[in-house]
C-alpha cells in the first residue's frame, strides 16, 4: 500500500492512476503480480522503483458559469487516493504500445514517436473504460462517433475490456475505429519521487468533452462523478468537502485561470510543458514542504502540503 507521502506526491489520479493496474476491479490479476515482482527486482538492483507510465485526461467543456471539468471520486478502498477528487486516468499498458506502433490505428505521420502515441493511446483507453468516454474515430472519416455508435461499442466489448479479457486493439478492430490521438492537448508532466515506493510518469493531457458522449463514473473504481468548475472544487478542498492530492490542486488551479475551454485548450497548444518532479525540502508536523520548478508556472516554487487530503 502506497503510504500518504507518496501518495501526495504522486500526482493526478490513479487506477491506475496515476498508475495502478486493475486488480481493484477484477481482483489481484497475473499482470499486476508480474508489476510488483519487477518493481522489487528493481529495488534490489538499483534501491529506486521505477516511475511507472500513466495518462490523465482532463475532459472540459463550457457549462453556464465558463469552464467545467470532469472529475470523479475514488472508492474508498482503493488504497492510491482512496476517496479522492481526481481526473480519470490510469497506467500505460503493453497493448497501448502495439496499438500505437500499428499504423492501421496510428498514422505514422503524425508528428509523435511512439512512446508519445503511447500516452494518448492510453489517456483514450483509460477514458473509455473509466467514464464511458469514446475520443475515436470511423476510419477515413473526420469527425468523432456518434452517441448511437457508443452505445453499440459500449455494450459489446466494455465490459470485456475492463475485465482485461480483450485488449483496445480488439475494441477498437472489431468496430472500425482509430483513436482521435490529435484531439488530446498535452497540460502538464508529473514524475513522483526517487525515493518512494510506488512512483508514476504522467502524462495530463486536455480535450474538449464530445457533446454527444455522456461521461459517468465507473461504479467500481470511482463511486462518483462530478462536472465542476475548477474554483469550486478548489474551494470544495479547502472547506472539506472534497479531497484532492498535490498535483489535481496545482492543476485545477492553472485550470482555473481560463474563462472557457477553448481558451484552455488555445494556451495549452502554445505553452511548453515542463516536467515536474516535486523534491522533499523539509517536513513541519503532518505536512511536508515540496519544491517544484518555477518553469511549471504552477504560482511559487516551494509549497506546504498537508497529508490528509490524500489519505
Known amino acids: 500500500m502506497m503510504d500518504d507521502e507518496a501518495r501526495v506526491l504522486a500526482g493526478g489520479s490513479a487506477r491506475s492512476g496515476a498508475g495502478e493496474p486493475t486488480p481493484e476491479r477484477t481482483g489481484v490479476s497475473v499482470k499486476h503480480a508480474a508489476d510488483v515482482a519487477a518493481e522489487r527486482a528493481a529495488r534490489r538492483e538499483t534501491g529506486a522503483v521505477p516511475a511507472r507510465p500513466a495518462a490523465t485526461i482532463l475532459l472540459v467543456r463550457d457549462g453556464a458559469a465558463g469552464l467545467e471539468v470532469f472529475m470523479v471520486v475514488r472508492h474508498h478502498a482503493i488504497d492510491f487516493a482512496s476517496g479522492a477528487l481526481v481526473f480519470p486516468g490510469g497506467r500505460v499498458e503493453e497493448n497501448d504500445a502495439v496499438i500505437a506502433a500499428d499504423p492501421g490505428f496510428c498514422a505514422a505521420d503524425d508528428g509523435l514517436e511512439g512512446t508519445a502515441r503511447a500516452f494518448r493511446v492510453a489517456a ?47 475494441v477498437l478492430r472489431a468496430h472500425g475505429l ?86 484552455a485548450l488555445a494556451a495549452a497548444r502554445t505553452t511548453p510543458v515542463v516536467t515536474v518532479q516535486p523534491e522533499l525540502m523539509g517536513r513541519e508536523g503532518t505536512r511536508r514542504l515540496l519544491r517544484i520548478p518555477a518553469e511549471a508556472d504552477y504560482g511559487g516554487t516551494d509549497f506546504l502540503v498537508d497529508l490528509s487530503p490524500a489519505s
Not at 474515430?137 to 448511437?148: N, S, V
Not at 510518469?201 to 465507473?218: E, G, R, Y
Not at 479547502?238 to 488551479?253: D, M, Y
Open 124 to 170: 483514450i483507453r483509460e477514458t473509455f473504460e473509466e467514464c464511458w468516454v469514446l475520443l475515436a474515430r470511423r476510419r477515413g472519416e473526420d469527425r468523432l462517433i456518434d452517441a448511437a455508435t457508443l452505445r453499440v461499442v459500449e455494450a459489446a466489448d466494455r465490459a470485456a475490456l475492463n475485465a482485461g479479457s480483450i485488449g483496445f486493439d480488439a
Open 178 to 263: 482509430m483513436p482521435a490521438l490529435d484531439t488530446l492537448v498535452p497540460f502538464a508532466h508529473w514524475i513522483t519521487p526517487a525515493h518512494q515506493p510506488k512512483r508514476y510518469d504522467t502524462q495530463f493531457f486536455l480535450t474538449a468533452a464530445p457533446p454527444t458522449h455522456l461521461a459517468v463514473h465507473d461504479g467500481t473504481e470511482s463511486v462518483d462523478s462530478i462536472w465542476i468548475a475548477p474554483g469550486e472544487a478548489l474551494a470544495g478542498a479547502e472547506s472539506g468537502r472534497f479531497k484532492l492530492v498535490f498535483a489535481t490542486q496545482k492543476n485545477l488551479e492553472k485550470l482555473a485561470r481560463f474563462p472557457s475551454a477553448e481558451a
